[in-house]
Nanobody
């Protein structure tokens, strides 16, 4: 499984960015796709996930109403639309994947830096 993340950048508070994660290497039926982030000096944290089959989503509380995860099965790509960005959203964002039956997230893409200036 290969995951290629892109779309990060520098944006002012209140702005928007869309991250993309191109997935390849297998079919993703019954898989879960997710976004995580890690800010300097902090542990990596879950941001959002989506089931490949039905598109069922889950978002951490602090991004609900601002971030939206989605997937395009025809393009094998997962997106994270981020609106109303805040300085505290600054982090390296990672996409990840796991089989729905797996205990842990075991496939990771390279990170993409998101910096939100105040």
């Amino acid at each position: 499984v290969q995951l290629q993340a892109s779309g990060g950048g520098l944006v002012q508070a209140g702005g928007s960015l869309r991250l993309s994660c191109a997935a390849s290497g297998r079919t993703f039926t019954n898989w879960l796709m997710g976004w995580f982030r890690q800010a300097p000096g902090k542990e990596r944290e879950f941001v959002a996930s989506v089931t490949w089959n039905l598109g069922t989503t889950n978002h951490r509380d602090s991004v609900k109403g601002r971030f939206t995860i989605s997937r395009d099965k025809t393009k094998n790509t997962v997106y994270l639309q981020m609106n109303s960005l805040k300085p505290e959203d600054t982090a390296v964002y990672y996409c990840s994947a796991r089989n729905s039956a797996a205990y842990d997230w075991n496939y990771w893409g390279q990170g993409t830096q998101v910096t939100v200036s105040s």
